[in-house]
């Protein structure tokens, strides 16, 4: 079992482990529930974290992760509701999952 990614941001490990569980890679999440609520700054020890099961998917999940955080460098985006900045890989507010538009 390997660690594949870690965040600060609970939604953006979300993202990463559901894209590679669509992917038929098996993944587990940890420190999900470690970290405050909302706006509380979390030490790193933590931040949530993708580990994944079989270590022959490693490269590939590592592949997909890239592909996922191309999108990063898109311009990030306010959110309307509480003006909590986003990336652009977001479809809804991480904060308060207000939408994008
Ligand atoms: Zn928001």
Redesign the pocket.
């Known amino acids: 079992m390997k660690l594949v990614y870690t965040h600060e941001h609970h939604a953006l490990v979300a993202t990463v482990a559901n894209h590679l569980l669509q992917n038929d890679i098996e993944v587990i999440t940890k420190n999900q529930y470690a970290s405050g609520g909302a706006g509380q700054l979390a030490p790193i020890e933590t931040w949530p974290e993708v580990w994944v099961v079989n270590d022959k998917d490693c490269s590939r999940a590592s592949e997909l992760i890239e592909d996922l955080n191309k999108d990063v460098d898109k311009p990030q985006w306010q959110?309307q509701?509480?003006?909590?900045m986003n990336d652009a890989t977001f479809d809804f507010?991480w904060?308060?999952?207000?939408d994008a538009s």
Do not use: F, K, R, T
């Open positions: 959110c509701n509480c003006n909590e507010c904060n308060c999952q207000h």
